[in-house]
Each structure stands twice: as structure tokens, then as C-alpha cells.
């Protein structure tokens, strides 16, 4: 009976090691991420940024962004922390600091890094609805901001 055993643990670690053969462990940092060509960083938006535009885009974000982005935008999702990803805060104007429209979309549409493509999965409006969602944040985080410094009127 022991040498079965020992055949069967051989042969399980024979199938285990050969099943692994040519797999990447996934890495902390992400895959090398592909320039945005500058036609498409150059894009504008077609759709304005209305308070429907920016719903849509929310709803969609809650779909298929948030669970690596985080609700709030802050790169803190919970596939994010369970993989170990490090993503940049939309809210954070150093990380948006000179990312046009065009790059936005183009990232959601092909993909970034570890980011699936969205473009198969969506119309362009709503991608660009998505562009508009993420900017929402940095106007909240703006906004917030204005607040906390601001002075009260008088009732």
C-alpha cells in the first residue's frame, strides 16, 4: 500500500508542476502599462459633463470599476487589497495632474496594466460617461476643500 502512496504523490506533483509550467505569478506592480498614442490623448469629450452623464457614468463605475478603484475612487477597492495592486486615487490631484479626457478614455476603452479593456463591453458615450464619473472626484475632493475653508455666512 505505502509504494501506491507514494506513486500517486508523485504523480500529483508531476501533473501540479507541469499544470504550472509557463505561468507568471502575478506581480505587485502590474504589467508595464502602454503609452496612450497622442491622437488619442488629444480626444476631447463629446459627452458634457451633466449631472445625467456623471449618474450614468456612477452606475456603470459601480458595475465594473469599483471593485479594483474603490466606491470612492481612492484605489482601495477590495480586488485591489486582495491582489496587492497599488492604484492612484482619482480624487488625488497629483495622480489626475495633466490627464486629458482622451487618456482617460483610451484607458478605459484598451485597458491599462493589469486593467481589463472596457471598449468591447460598453458604447462609447458610456465610456465617456466614465470619464466624467472619474472627474467627479476630484471636484468633490475640490469642493470639500472649499468648504473646510470657506467662511460661514451669518444666520
Given at each position: 500500500?505505502?509504494?501506491f502512496?507514494?506513486?500517486?504523490?508523485?504523480?500529483?506533483?508531476?501533473?501540479?508542476?507541469?499544470?504550472?509550467?509557463?505561468?507568471?505569478?502575478p506581480s505587485?506592480e502590474?504589467?508595464?502599462?502602454t503609452p496612450?498614442?497622442?491622437?488619442?490623448?488629444?480626444?476631447?469629450n463629446?459627452?458634457?459633463?451633466?449631472?445625467?452623464?456623471?449618474?450614468?457614468?456612477?452606475?456603470?463605475?459601480?458595475?465594473?470599476?469599483?471593485?479594483?478603484?474603490?466606491?470612492?475612487?481612492?484605489?482601495?477597492?477590495?480586488?485591489?487589497?486582495?491582489?496587492?495592486?497599488?492604484?492612484?486615487?482619482?480624487?488625488d490631484?497629483?495622480?489626475?495632474?495633466?490627464?486629458t479626457?482622451?487618456?482617460?478614455?483610451?484607458?478605459?476603452k484598451?485597458?491599462?496594466?493589469?486593467?481589463?479593456p472596457?471598449?468591447?463591453?460598453?458604447?462609447?458615450?458610456?465610456?465617456?460617461?466614465l470619464?466624467?464619473?472619474?472627474r467627479?472626484?476630484?471636484?468633490?475632493?475640490?469642493?470639500?476643500?472649499?468648504?473646510?475653508?470657506a467662511?460661514?455666512?451669518p444666520?
Amino acid at each position: 500500500m505505502k509504494p501506491f502512496l507514494i506513486l500517486m504523490m508523485l504523480v500529483f506533483f508531476e501533473f501540479s508542476a507541469s499544470a504550472q509550467q509557463g505561468q507568471t505569478p502575478p506581480s505587485d506592480e502590474g504589467s508595464p502599462a502602454t503609452p496612450v498614442p497622442a491622437e488619442a490623448a488629444r480626444k476631447t469629450n463629446p459627452v458634457k459633463a451633466t449631472a445625467d452623464s456623471i449618474a450614468r457614468g456612477k452606475k456603470l463605475y459601480g458595475y465594473d470599476c469599483a471593485m479594483c478603484h474603490g466606491k470612492d475612487g481612492d484605489g482601495k477597492g477590495d480586488v485591489a487589497e486582495d491582489m496587492k495592486l497599488k492604484i492612484a486615487s482619482f480624487s488625488d490631484p497629483a495622480a489626475m495632474k495633466g490627464k486629458t479626457d482622451g487618456e482617460l478614455y483610451y484607458s478605459i476603452k484598451n485597458g491599462k496594466g493589469q486593467m481589463p479593456p472596457e471598449g468591447d463591453r460598453g458604447k462609447p458615450e458610456g465610456l465617456w460617461d466614465l470619464v466624467n464619473y472619474v472627474r467627479s472626484f476630484g471636484s468633490k475632493q475640490t469642493a470639500s476643500d472649499d468648504k473646510a475653508v470657506a467662511p460661514q455666512a451669518p444666520n
